[in-house]
């Protein structure tokens, strides 16, 4: 096991009715908030309501950025800072997706920075100092970004989808409530799945062999997502699928499935280049690449930790042989997504080769570090595969 | 799933030599500290000069509580609040096992209570206010209370042993360096390996189906336990079991494994009798009371959680009956726990029935909302069962 430092203090309230606990969260950290959303989903569901009653209870004074795109844009946070800087915001609360969360706490770390370079934020040219205060509510169980320390946003004038980190962006209150998440459709529930599943996969395909329990725990947070993934998508208001989902993404990404066992991830940093360049849905990029990529590393060297996957996870016949298992547990991940109707060519999403040297170009920046070290040729070789 | 609210905001430094962290965080809270610690133990592993070269170094002056026995004393705590009060000092540090660490979260709590009656504050009587800051040093994987926010306290006047719990007694910063466990000794290393199993086993037996995640997660840990409390008695400077035993320990009681699936505990309030009046090893006492717990309390209508144990975390056949899996669930538990050489009978840690009237009585007043609720002809059951 490597060292690490652990340290995740963000408060979360879990369940049905606790955005109660809103207002009184909020005002802790200050009376004048930034409000981001993405479209009216939040005014269907009455969580808008919801929210404004808490600011309204504690007189907590409110200004609002919505519009927040999926794949969040550097324009939206340009939009939010402006609005914090000219009104001396104190917090900014987030309710939505992965996409208003980051939104979020992109513009919390960049309202105090001192620099109109936003972009150059996004990309550390400039330093994140102080970051205010965010607090989050999720209304879908996939990005985990209410209890992780980064923000994923775009720039479309640049095909540029970059993922900056601080421990500062990392929320103080969560507030979870799995009934807001009955109305994600199928499509983005399963998309939301694949994406839990990638971030906990992409952890979890490591050379650490010593770090077993947080291995083990991965593999909770796995077999969570393929028990419930699956249930949510059949049964929308299902509870106590969409609570255990939501729960699930949480962990899958807040550091104890990776500290201590800790390596690149591979899956995120190629779809991240598709979704830059073709703006598809992040989690169905993901579930298609995520069977390739396990395909193109697996070798004998290790093969033991597919061995690991297929046994604990999908519950393959550990008598047979190695390579056996291995295959089996890539197929089975394949039909999974397959079953939950996620596509599983680029083809199908309206991606074409014209483009993969460029983006394999791109994603090889960030793909030395991990399970099995990938070049450019190695990531134009899996979306071909993938095509 | 339940309703829940997580907060565990401990930030700890995990691995070897991370204890050079210790004087940057102490100073965060304060410049006079109390230190706090058992026998001489944390001399012998240099524990002692690593601290104390922190403390030079930061410019932290710093008095001592030293002798702190294991079930710590409330007479012990008597003696670190009046060392607090007389120096005004700004943070407790606890280096040692569960009992050091509990003291010192007890001596932070009561010391700015504005009561002399310090065994109101453990029996709840006088109210907990503002506590001090705690920074623990664990030096045996057991009892958790690095992450945790409780503190167990025995008074051998009245032979009672209570577990306060305040959420500011969860201590700020843990530095947790598996090296310094490695003297831990065979049979403390088993008694504290049993320790952390009870405290998964007693919440992952709940009725909660819908908390499947919980479960899972407790799955992992109590793999973790089997794998490395084995591993670990047998070759006591094995870094990767000390380290997976150590990780697992805090993960089994800082709220991840109950929060949402939460019911009473039973062991540890039927364990807390023995240890109050015999002051027995609490781990050992802990290893002969589980199988019979588990045995007194298995029926047709629990035996479902019985098989997810033993399926999942022993891997017994599941085409065995139910009662079949089990059965050798529970045996599998015993065995694991006798080949650690850890007793088995009540006889062998010198315990016969003349207070099992009185200890279960006692006991019976916390097992209410547990599992399978017990009463007072439960408890002294099991007690027999355990001669």
Not at 51 to 67: A, P, Q, T, V
Not at 161 to 166: A, E, F, R, T, W
Not at 168 to 196: E, L, N
Not at 260 to 285: P, Q, T
């Amino acid at each position: 096991m490597q060292n690490f430092m652990f340290h995740v203090p963000t408060k979360v309230y879990f369940g049905k009715g606790e955005i109660d606990k809103l207002g009184n969260e909020v005002k802790k950290y200050g009376s004048k908030v930034l409000l981001v959303y993405g479209g009216g989903s939040i005014k269907k569901i009455g969580l808008y309501d919801d929210i404004i009653n808490n600011f309204k209870k504690y007189e907590i004074s409110y200004m609002e950025l919505s519009g927040v795109d999926p794949n969040p844009r550097i324009t939206s946070v340009e939009a939010g800072v402006k609005i914090c800087r000219e009104n001396a915001i104190e917090a900014v609360v987030a309710a939505g997706g992965g996409s208003a969360i980051d939104c979020a706490k992109m513009i919390a770390a960049a309202t105090k920075s001192g620099s109109d370079d936003l972009w150059g934020i996004v990309t550390g040219d400039v330093p994140i100092k102080e970051v205010l205060p965010v607090i989050a509510i999720p209304t879908i169980a996939a990005a985990g970004s209410e209890m992780d320390t980064s923000a994923v946003i775009s720039n479309l004038k640049t095909h540029e989808k970059i993922g900056p980190s601080n421990p500062g962006m990392r929320p103080k209150v969560a507030i979870m409530d799995p009934t807001y998440t009955f109305t994600v459709s199928p499509r983005q529930t399963a998309a939301g799945t694949a994406d839990i599943m990638s971030h906990v996969l992409e952890v979890y395909f490591n050379n650490n062999k010593g770090a077993f329990l947080q291995s083990r725990f991965a593999e909770a947070v796995l077999k969570t997502c393929i028990k419930y993934g699956k249930l949510a998508y059949r049964e929308p208001d299902n509870y106590e699928a969409r609570a255990n989902l939501m729960w699930a993404g949480s962990w899958a990404i807040n550091g104890l499935l990776a500290k201590g066992a800790a390596g690149g991830w591979s899956c995120h940093a190629m779809e991240h280049e598709l979704s830059a360049h073709y703006d598809i849905v992040h989690g169905e990029g993901l579930a298609i690449l995520i069977p390739h990529w396990l395909r193109h590393m697996l070798c004998v060297e290790n093969v033991w930790k597919y061995v690991e996957y297929g046994i604990n996870v999908w519950g393959i016949d550990p008598n047979l042989s190695q390579m056996d298992i291995a295959n089996q547990a890539i197929e089975a991940t394949a039909s999974y997504f397959k079953a939950m109707n996620l596509p599983s060519t680029l083809s199908e999403v309206g991606i074409d080769t014209s483009k993969f040297e460029v983006m394999a170009t791109s994603a090889a920046k960030r793909l030395k570090n991990t399970f099995v070290p990938l070049n450019k040729d190695d990531v134009k070789a899996i979306y071909q595969k993938a095509l």
